[in-house]
C-alpha cells in the first residue's frame, strides 16, 4: 500500500498542474484548452488537455525536464499565458487569468504615441510606438476585426508591425491597410492592461519633411525623438515642450492631445541614433557626454534630478522608450511572414531576422561581436544599478519591472547573437 502511495506521489509530482481563473466573471475558467509547449526549438506542441470544472489542469510532464516550457491557455479564442513567462526546469504549476472576449468595449484609452526618426541619405526611416490601456469594467478582451487604428505619414512604406500583450513579449504582427489612404489597423486582441504596437516603416527623404500627424482619438503623450544632427521645427512652436536629454537627442512632447488636432512639424538634416550596444555601453563615437543614462533606451529622456515642466508624466514615457528599445528600437526587417516571439518572456518563438539602424551596412561602429561583449557588460552593470535604486526605493515597482524586463530581453538578444557568430 505505501509502495502504491509512493508511485502516485511519483506520478503526480511529474505533472504539470496549474489553475486558470476569468477574470471577468472571478470564477474557475472550465473547458479551456491548455497546450504544454516546449521551447528547445522554437515552441513545439508536447501536450494538450482541457480545464476542469474547477479551472483545474493536469499535463503529463515531457521528457526533456531540462528545457524551459510554456503553458498556454486559450479562451475564447484568445491565447493567454502565465505572468511570469516560461516554466523553468523545476517548476511543475502555473497559474493563469483569461478574460472573456467582446467586439467592442469601454475603457480604452491611448496614453502614448512615440515617433521616432532616423534620416541618412535619401531615405528617412521612422519607427512609431502605441500604447493603449484597456480599463474596461468588468474587464475584458477587445477582439475585433480591427482592434487598433492609426494613421502613418503619406508616402510611409511599411516594414514591420509587432505587438506586445500586458506583461507579454514582443510578437511579429503585420497591420493591415483600411480602406482609407494612409490608414492602418491591428486586429490583435487587446487584454486588459496595457498594449504595446509599434510600427517601423521608411519613406523617400530630400533633406527637410514636413508632416501633419493627426491622432484619430485623443492621446495623453505625443512624443517625437530625433537624433543630433536632425532638426524638429513645430508648426505651432507652444504645442510642443521639449524633454531634456543628456545624449543631445530631440526629445518633444505634445500632451492631452485632441482627436484630429493638427500637430504638424518639419524635420530636416541627417542624423542616427548610436547602435543599440554603443548606447549601452555610455557612447556612440560622437562625443557624447559622460555620465549619460545608460538605462533601456540608450539615454533617451533620462531621468534627471532638476525639476521640469515635464516631471510629472516622465516616467510613463520613459516606460515606453524601454518598450521601444525591447521591440526593436530600430529599423527593423523580417522576411518570416510567420507570426513569432522572443524566447525569453511569456510568447516565445524563432525565425525572425532583424537588423538594428546603427548596425546594418554603413555602419562605422566595431565588430559585431564587440559590441555585444560591451552591450552585455553594460546591462550586468545596469542591472546592478537598477537592484541598487529599487532597494534605495528611488524607483516604483512598476518602473522597475519594466526596466528588468526591458534589460532581460536586450541580454538574451545580445547573447543569442554572440552564440551566432
Known amino acids: 500500500m505505501a509502495l502504491l502511495a509512493a508511485a502516485v506521489i511519483s506520478a503526480s509530482a511529474e505533472n504539470i498542474t496549474g489553475t486558470v481563473t476569468n477574470g471577468t466573471t472571478g470564477k474557475p475558467s472550465a473547458g479551456d484548452e491548455v497546450t504544454l509547449l516546449s521551447l528547445s526549438q522554437g515552441m513545439q506542441e508536447v ?46 504549476s502555473a497559474q493563469i487569468t483569461v478574460y472573456d472576449t467582446a467586439k467592442k468595449i469601454d475603457g480604452l484609452s491611448q496614453t502614448v ?18 500604447a493603449i490601456r484597456n480599463e ?47 490608414r492602418y489597423a491591428f486586429s490583435f486582441p487587446l487584454k486588459p492592461g496595457e498594449t504595446q504596437f509599434q510600427v517601423s516603416y521608411h519613406m523617400p527623404y530630400k533633406g527637410e519633411l514636413s508632416f501633419s500627424p493627426k491622432p484619430l482619438a485623443e492621446v495623453q ?33 505634445a500632451t492631452n492631445v485632441k482627436p484630429a488636432e493638427d500637430l504638424g512639424f518639419t524635420l530636416s538634416g541627417t542624423g542616427q541614433f548610436a547602435a543599440e550596444g554603443q548606447q549601452a555601453a555610455g557612447g ?37 522608450f524601454a518598450v521601444v528599445l525591447v521591440m526593436g528600437g530600430a529599423y527593423v526587417v ?26 546594418r551596412a554603413g555602419d562605422k561602429g566595431g565588430p559585431t561581436q564587440d559590441r555585444n561583449a560591451k552591450l552585455l557588460e553594460a546591462m550586468k552593470e545596469e542591472l546592478f544599478q537598477l537592484e541598487v535604486e529599487r532597494q534605495q526605493g528611488k524607483i516604483t515597482h512598476h518602473e522597475y519591472e519594466k526596466a528588468k524586463a526591458a534589460l532581460d530581453e536586450t541580454i538574451r538578444r545580445a547573447v543569442a547573437r554572440k552564440s551566432s557568430n
Open 47 to 92: 501536450g494538450s488537455g482541457k480545464t476542469d470544472a474547477q479551472g483545474t489542469f493536469s499535463l503529463p510532464a515531457p521528457a526533456d525536464t531540462g528545457t524551459p516550457h510554456m503553458v498556454r491557455v486559450t479562451h475564447n479564442g484568445v491565447n493567454y499565458f502565465p505572468p511570469g513567462g516560461p516554466l523553468m526546469p523545476g517548476a511543475t
Open 113 to 130: 504615441e512615440v515617433d521616432r526618426f532616423e534620416a541618412q541619405g535619401d531615405q528617412l526611416q521612422g519607427i512609431t510606438l502605441f
Open 136 to 182: 474596461s469594467k468588468p474587464p475584458r478582451t477587445l477582439d475585433a476585426d480591427q482592434t487598433f487604428e492609426f494613421v502613418l505619414p503619406a508616402g510611409a512604406i511599411v516594414d514591420q508591425g509587432m505587438a506586445k500583450s500586458p506583461g507579454g513579449q514582443p510578437l511579429n504582427v503585420s497591420p493591415a491597410e483600411t480602406t482609407t489612404k494612409g
Open 221 to 253: 503623450h505625443f512624443v517625437v525623438m530625433t537624433p543630433v544632427g536632425m532638426r524638429f521645427a513645430a508648426k505651432d512652436k507652444q504645442r510642443y515642450q521639449s524633454m531634456p536629454d543628456n545624449s543631445g537627442a530631440g526629445v518633444m512632447v
Open 284 to 320: 556612440d563615437g560622437g562625443g557624447q557626454p559622460a555620465g549619460r543614462d545608460n538605462r533601456p533606451g540608450g539615454g533617451l529622456g533620462a531621468p534627471i534630478d532638476s525639476d521640469d515642466p515635464l516631471h510629472d508624466y516622465r516616467a510613463v514615457i520613459l516606460g515606453v
Open 334 to 359: 523580417t522576411k518570416s511572414n510567420t507570426q513569432v516571439v522572443a524566447t525569453a518572456g511569456s510568447q516565445v518563438g524563432a525565425q525572425n531576422s532583424g537588423a538594428n539602424l546603427g548596425q
